[in-house]
Structures are given as C-alpha cells and as structure tokens.
C-alpha cells in the first residue's frame, strides 16, 4: 500500500459527461501529480500541485482542470468526455519535486 | 526519437533466469525512477537513483550517469516478478519543469 487513496477504482460515463477524479496523497506529502495512461500512448504527465498552488502543466487538455484543496487531496476534473478519454488516470505524491513520488492505485475511466 | 527509450519491450524468461532491462535517455536528469505495473494497473516505485547503485532484495538498478543509462536487474527471477517495468527519468530542464518522462515499459513474463 502506497498510501496514497484514488477513488473510484473504475468509472464508466457517456461521451459529453462530466466526470470528477480524487486522490488522497500520502500523509505529509505536499506534492500531487496526475498521469494519464492510455493504450497508444502510454504514460503521459497532466499536472502538478504543490501545498495548493498549480506547480506544472504537462499534455492537459483544455476540457480537463484540477486543484488541490487545503487538505492536500486533489481532483481532476475531465468534461465533455471522448471515447478517446477512456484511459487509466494516476495519482501521485510526493514531499517535494526532488523526492520519490508514490503512486495510487489509478481510475479506470471507460467513456462510452 | 522519444526521450527515454526501454529494451527490450517484451521478455520472457524461464523461472530463475537473471534478467536485465536497458533504459536509455537523452536529456540531462536529477533522477531516474524504476517503476513496476503489475496486470491489475497498479504502478509501485521501485527505485529512485541519481548515481551509482541500489539493491532491494532481488532487485538491483544501476545508472551511468555519463552515458546516459540505467539497467534493471532481477535474479532468481520467480513468476510473481511478471509485470510491465517503466523507467521514468525527472529532469528539470525545458519543457518538462521537473516532471517524470515515461518509457514505453518493458513487458516480463516468467514462466514456471
């Protein structure tokens, strides 16, 4: 166990929908990450939070958004869902940049 | 060319079998992360280097920083160790702003 929490483990939603993504990081880490991994592409970064504020932003779409809230859990929110979203979406955290990062257990995210 | 290359792709072994995955990069690091993914898509870190070597069990990753490279090795590989193994290389220059860049991963399977 990593320690860090996703949920939910599977999603599955219809194109055009609106879908929202949590992850709970480790105790004490600051940093959250989201990655995306889909069959073609393998595992790509989407963003960065660290302590609240967005750190990066990697190959995010524009219809896709996340924060970090003051408990240092995060969502990614993905809106207006393709079939091409259908993907397995990863957390990660870590203390800071320099440090291992621990990853969640993923979403999978089947859009129909 | 992609950023960080794996080989092989795939690979079988016989049960007690040594086995090695190669991971090369192009761009300059702060680290290097083996990470493992077993069948059910959960991703776990193995190790994170930045020079020389660690060992973890079985479990022995090496990294030449000059040359650019990281092996993976297993020894007494046993069935439970097939998995995808992905090298993942954090760099703080250009685009990525410190963030991992994903290999393609190495499939391994071990056969009884």
């Known amino acids: 166990d990593s320690g860090v929490t996703q949920t939910p483990k599977h999603l599955i939603t219809a194109t055009g929908q609106r879908v929202t993504l949590r992850c709970s990081p480790r105790?004490?880490?600051?940093?959250v990450y989201w990655y995306q991994q889909s069959l073609d592409q393998g595992l790509q970064f989407l963003i960065q939070?660290?302590?609240?504020?967005?750190?990066a932003k990697g190959n995010i779409l524009e219809r896709f958004s996340a924060q970090q809230f003051p408990d240092l859990h995060s969502e990614l929110n993905l809106s207006s869902l393709e079939l091409g979203d259908s993907a397995l979406y990863f957390c990660a955290s870590s203390l800071g940049r320099r440090t291992e990062a621990f990853f969640g257990q993923g979403t999978r995210l089947t859009v129909v | 060319k992609n950023e960080v290359e794996q080989s092989p792709q795939n690979l079988t072994a016989q049960e007690g079998e040594f086995i090695t995955i190669n991971c090369s990069y192009s761009?300059?690091?702060?680290?290097l992360h083996w990470l493992q993914q077993h069948p059910g898509g959960g991703i776990v870190s193995l190790f994170m280097?930045?020079?020389g070597k660690k060992k973890h069990g079985r479990l022995i990753a090496t990294i030449n920083i000059q040359e650019k490279h990281s092996s993976l090795h297993i020894t007494a590989s046993h069935p439970r160790d097939s998995a995808v193994y992905i090298c993942?290389?954090?760099?703080?220059?250009?685009?990525?702003?410190?963030?991992?860049?994903f290999g393609k991963g190495t499939k391994l399977s071990v056969k009884p």
């Open positions: 939070y660290y302590n609240g504020e967005e750190r």
């Open positions: 993942a290389v954090r760099s703080d220059y250009g685009g990525s702003q410190g963030n991992l860049i």
């Open positions: 105790s004490g880490d600051l940093s």
């Open positions: 761009v300059g690091i702060s680290a």
């Open positions: 280097l930045s020079s």
